[in-house]
Structure formats: C-alpha cells, structure tokens
C-alpha cells in the first residue's frame, strides 16, 4: 500500500485546472516522483496515455492505479538488475562501458529519450571520449 496522501499531494501539482482530475498522460511521472520505478508497460496497461487531454481520473482513482501498479509482477526492475544488465556491455571486464552503448540503451531501449537530448546530456555529463 501507498501513503494516499502522498499521492494526492503528487496529483495536486499536476492537476492544472484544479478539478480534482489528474491527465493519465502524467500517470508514469506520479509514479516515478512517488520513487516508484514502474515500466511504461505497467503504466500503459493501468490507463496512461500517450497524448495530453484525452483520458481523466479522479484523486481516488490514481491512489488505486498506484497500489496496482505496485503489485504488479515484474512492474519494475532493481538496482541490482540494472547493474547486471550493464555489465552485459562492459567488454573489457572493467566496470566502463563504451559511450556509443551508453546513447544506444537510452535512446532505444526501454522509456525512450530523444537523440538529441542523450546528447545534451552527454556534453554536460561526460568527460569528452578517448
């Protein structure tokens, strides 16, 4: 179970028009800012959407979908399995791992970001490659 107060905190910042509705479009961003690491899969399937303006819940609705998407088998990974799954790129057994493997996991897999903002987020991130 989630604190419902915390998650109607969460809603109410995202609740522009002050109707008491949260847009299912920022249901995966409630959840991540409850610390929450849910997939965008467990997201989807409990009624998020993929434009702004289509499709409402009330307060009470989404402390239901938090507690769903919290039960939910394999709804999210750990530290542990992102770690193992980054040594599945580190080729020299060193604990690095190449930069273009790093653009190409953020940029295709997973919650995809743009091209152009993996770039942004290199220059001001990473040391420039050898």
Known sequence: MVDAEAVKKICDIYDWDGKGELDLFFLGDVMYALGMNTTKKVCVGLGQTD?????????????????AAKVAPD????????VELLKLYDKNNNGTMM???LENILANLGDEIPKEDVQKLF????????
């Open 51 to 67: 434009e702004e303006g289509k499709k409402f819940a009330k307060f009470d609705d989404i402390v239901e979908k938090v507690n």
């Open 123 to 130: 220059a001001e991130l990473c040391d420039p490659e050898d």
């Open 99 to 101: 930069l273009a493997e």
């Open 75 to 82: 709804s999210s990974g750990t530290y542990h399995d992102y």
